[in-house]
T-cell receptor
Framework: GAVVSQHPSRVICKSGTSVKIECRSL??????MFWYRQFPKQSLMLMAT?????????EQGVEKDKFLINHASLTLSTLTVTSAHPEDSSFYIC??????????????????FGDGTRLSIL | AQKVTQAQTEISVVEKEDVTLDCVYE???????LFWYKQPPSGELVFLIR??????QNEISGRYSWNFQKSTSSFNFTITASQVVDSAVYFC????????????FGKGTKLSVKP
């Protein structure tokens, strides 16, 4: 089955550090990828939609300059948490939707999730 | 607005009991997709099922079954003869039809199955 590789799985770093998280579709192409954030014992909240070759679409309340998204190829999206602070500590998880042959059928394509990144800022 | 409600925050059962996790959704779209995911303590999301809005057939997969009722906007999930390994947080999610279509998750139900 389709696999999404998310790396790293865990990061512990000092306040002020920038952290890059990679989301890679291993055996399929994904024009669209999604980044979610999950606080402890809470649900997953969409942060942004990443589109290959164009700017990401951020959800309301998510700082674009804080959470930089780059979707440089059809198999890779990266999320960089810039100048991370303790309040950025969270579980970040990406998903990638398989490209289809047409926009019409795109909605029927499954999404595949990475295993998540647990970010802890000291 | 789209919304997914999982009213049960936590459920605790004893092994071999049957348990039903409720999911109620709201959407104005005629085309949409519903999902259930399992999130064990390790954090990864495990896909369980996807159902589109045109397919109201119930589904059974081993000990898992799903009851989709458009009339009540519900997509409930039943585990039969629960096992300790079923302990996890279960999320119901809604996705809008269309070329974008991110997932909207419910708040999750934490299921604890005790031996």
């Amino acid at each position: 089955g389709a696999v999404v590789s998310q790396h790293p799985s865990r990061v512990i770093c000092k306040s002020g550090t920038s952290v890059k998280i990679e989301c890679r579709s291993l055996d399929f192409q994904a024009t669209t990828m999604f980044w979610y954030r999950q606080f402890p014992k809470q649900s997953l909240m969409l942060m942004a939609t990443s589109n290959e070759g164009s700017k990401a679409t951020y959800e309301q309340g998510v700082e674009k300059d804080k959470f930089l998204i780059n979707h440089a190829s059809l198999t890779l999206s990266t999320l960089t948490v810039t100048s991370a602070h303790p309040e950025d500590s969270s579980f970040y998880i990406c998903s990638a939707r398989e490209d289809s042959g047409s926009t019409w059928s795109a909605s029927n394509q499954p999404q595949h999730f990475g295993d998540g990144t647990r970010l802890s800022i000291l | 607005a789209q919304k997914v409600t999982q009213a049960q925050t936590e459920i605790s059962v004893v092994e071999k009991e049957d348990v039903t996790l409720d999911c109620v959704y709201e959407t104005r779209d005629t085309t949409y997709y519903l999902f259930w995911y399992k999130q064990p303590p390790s954090g990864e999301l495990v896909f369980l099922i996807r159902r589109n809005s045109f397919d109201e057939q119930n589904e059974i997969s081993g000990r898992y079954s799903w009851n989709f009722q458009k009339s009540t906007s519900s997509f409930n999930f039943t585990i039969t003869a629960s096992q300790v390994v079923d302990s996890a947080v279960y999320f119901c999610a809604l996705r809008k039809g269309g070329s974008q279509g991110n997932l909207i998750f419910g708040k999750g139900t934490k299921l604890s199955v005790k031996p």
